[in-house]
């Protein structure tokens, strides 16, 4: 006689579909999202109309995007605006459904929403303030100790160790609405690791802070990540955060996936110059245009741009013609490279643009 097995709670229930290869912490596999946007007609007559028969157009979010991301691992996602980043975010923290495709994040398909899987993860936006607007961030981590079901003890080891590693011991009891930005998102922060998460995704978690506020959360989060091995998805467009942080990106463009692999590749990869340094025994000759594009530098050095493929031809044409006392080839830096193939040069400040408009809304 055989004993039917009690079910599991929905709650506590692994998902149902087909389990993805191997122990990844986070596997996609042609991920995607349409979003259908209502499309609003022109004048009245036509207005009237749309009220019966609606029209949409199609937003192709995200188009067949897969990745792994493996355990302890903190992957970049990289992309330019409207590429598709926060929307992968959000599919694989179980807040929207895709349109195709699969996810997998410690074994749960996030849109299925597990209480068990909510309580693994967490999910910081730079741009939302998910902490109580007129309380005291204090107020909000007791909410989510009751939230997240954590433990009186461990709670209170956490926050000590959170407020300290984050230099806010002497804020938690203001109102959140008095804080700086910098401020906020290190209270943000405390309040997404509170339940000690094994995935963190990180949605520009520094946008619009000045450059010491960065640096306090890169520290924080690279010191954090080291200790307790967090898997970390991070999008930014602070180059500098990427650089400090992760060693591997994923770019998505459009909603499709552009590159996977090494930082490092992506100069190699993307970059269509390089940077030859020189030092001139006497004067700097006037004529670098010749060469390519000449760039700032002090007498007797100088610094030109050349497109990869005239390298060998321009350092030999140098050499024959001027005295030259040090020269060097370098790559340029991934800032740059970065911002070229996302035809965004000015990104830092139109970060801080759209931070300060956030900001001014929500106060
Ligand atoms: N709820 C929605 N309904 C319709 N279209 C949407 C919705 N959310 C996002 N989109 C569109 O999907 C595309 C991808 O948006 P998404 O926010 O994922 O990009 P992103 O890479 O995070 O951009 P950014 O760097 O500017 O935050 C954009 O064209 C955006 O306008």
Redesign the pocket.
């Known amino acids: 006689m055989s004993v039917a097995a009690p079910e599991a709670p929905a709650d506590e229930a692994r998902p149902t579909s087909t389990p993805l290869r191997s122990e990844a912490a986070i596997e996609a596999r042609g991920l995607t999202k349409t979003?259908r946007?209502y499309r609003k007609r022109e004048g009245l007559l036509a207005g009237v109309g749309g009220l019966f028969r609606r029209e949409y157009n199609e937003?192709h979010?995200v188009r067949d995007v897969s990745f792994r991301v493996e355990p302890g691992e903190m992957l970049a996602f990289l992309?330019?605006?409207?590429?598709?980043?926060?929307?992968?975010l959000k599919l694989l923290a179980g807040l929207i459904h895709p349109s195709a495709g699969e996810a997998s994040v410690l074994g749960y398909t996030p849109w299925e929403r597990a209480n068990a899987y909510r309580r693994r993860f967490s999910l910081v936006m730079g741009q939302k303030n998910q902490l109580w607007w007129d309380l005291p961030a204090q107020e909000s981590f007791n909410l989510h100790r009751e939230i997240y079901n954590v433990p009186a003890a461990e709670f209170s080891k956490r926050l000590d160790e959170l407020v300290d590693l984050l230099k806010v011991r002497k804020l938690i009891g203001q109102p959140v609405r008095e804080l700086s930005l910098g401020e906020r998102m290190r209270m943000e922060l405390i309040a997404a690791l509170l339940h000690a998460p094994e995935v963190l995704f990180l949605d520009?978690p520094t946008i619009g802070l000045d450059v010491v506020s960065q640096r306090t959360v890169q520290t924080f989060l690279k010191t954090y990540q080291a200790e307790r091995g967090t898997t970390v998805v991070l999008?930014s467009?602070y180059m500098k955060d990427v650089e400090a942080l992760c060693e591997r990106a994923v770019i998505i463009d459009d909603?499709k996936l552009r590159h996977d692999g090494p930082l490092s590749e992506i100069v190699e990869r993307f970059s269509t110059h390089k940077i030859i340094e020189l030092s001139f025994a006497g004067e700097v000759p006037n004529d670098l245009e010749r060469y390519g594009t000449p760039l700032k530098a002090v007498a007797p050095r100088a610094r030109i741009e050349v497109a990869r493929a005239e390298i060998p031809r321009v350092l030999a044409d140098l050499l024959d013609r001027h005295r030259i006392e040090d020269v060097s080839v370098n790559d340029r830096p991934l800032e740059e490279v970065i911002a070229d193939l996302f035809g965004e040069h000015d990104a830092e400040d139109e970060a801080a643009e759209r931070a300060l408009a956030d900001r001014e809304l929500s106060a």
């Open positions: 979003y946007v937003v979010a992309g330019p605006n409207g590429a598709g980043k926060t929307t992968t520009e999008t467009h909603g």
